[in-house]
T-cell receptor, first 114, second 118 residues
């Protein structure tokens, strides 16, 4: 099973709201990723967790706050977002056990900030 | 610095035509990995293939085939007898081969939008 699930599928939020995106995988992968994708662009890496520790933060604004409660779950907490943050947010996971492996992506959360 | 170039922004073909998507990469690493992903209109990126820099064998999987040529730094993808369901954006991606314990970082190309019509 190579499934990564993400909830919600769609999210509309105001600039003063606080919301969270959730990602889950049960493949035993030890690396998990958040990407942001704008229309007609490739995905941009935001964060990487390796063995439940944040290992890469691609200079993402602090209004995005990632969390990895356990090896299967990844959250992205959103607060005081701007309209330009509207995008498709993709979660991915990979084996991350000492080699370079393919990443498996979830279906994404389409976020609209009003 | 790593770079992936997909010069074809959009390609339109009629069903049953063969189509090749080009991918040219740049890296200073001797060990690296190349990937192709498909992104249908639903949005999810679907993994298609991973190839490491030491394996230049071409690969065929059903109607899909990949041609890896280190001499030209290219990793091209061919769909034979295209179908409407192949309509999607296809991304080529590159990852350096050094494991740093921080998981792999993918450098994506800008993608090629393939439209297959009846």
């Amino acid at each position: 099973d190579t499934e990564v699930t993400q909830t919600p599928k769609h999210l509309v939020m105001g600039m003063t709201n606080k919301k969270s995106l959730k990602c889950e995988q049960h493949m035993g992968h030890r690396a998990m990723y958040w990407y942001k994708q704008k229309a007609k662009k490739p995905p941009e890496l935001m964060f990487v967790y390796s063995y439940e520790k944040l290992s890469i933060n691609e200079s993402v604004p602090s209004r995005f706050s990632p969390e990895c409660p356990n090896s299967s779950l990844l959250n992205l907490h959103l607060h005081a977002l701007q309209p330009e943050d509207s995008a498709l947010y993709l979660c991915a996971s990979s084996q991350g056990d000492g080699g370079i492996y393919e990443q498996y992506f979830g279906p994404g959360t389409r976020l609209t900030v009003t | 610095a790593q770079k992936v170039t997909q010069a074809q922004t959009e390609i339109s073909v009629v069903e049953k035509e063969d189509v090749t998507l080009d991918c040219v990469y740049e890296t200073r690493d001797t060990t690296y990995y190349l990937f192709w992903y498909k992104q249908p209109p639903s949005g999810e990126l679907v993994f298609l293939i991973r190839r490491n820099s030491f394996d230049e064998q071409n690969e065929i999987s059903g109607r899909y085939s990949w041609n890896f040529q280190k001499s030209t730094s290219s990793f091209n993808f061919t769909i034979t007898a295209s179908q409407v369901v192949d309509s999607a954006v296809y991304f080529c991606a590159l990852s350096e081969g050094k494991w740093t314990g921080t998981a792999s970082k993918l450098t994506f190309g800008t993608g090629t939008r393939l439209q297959v019509t009846l």
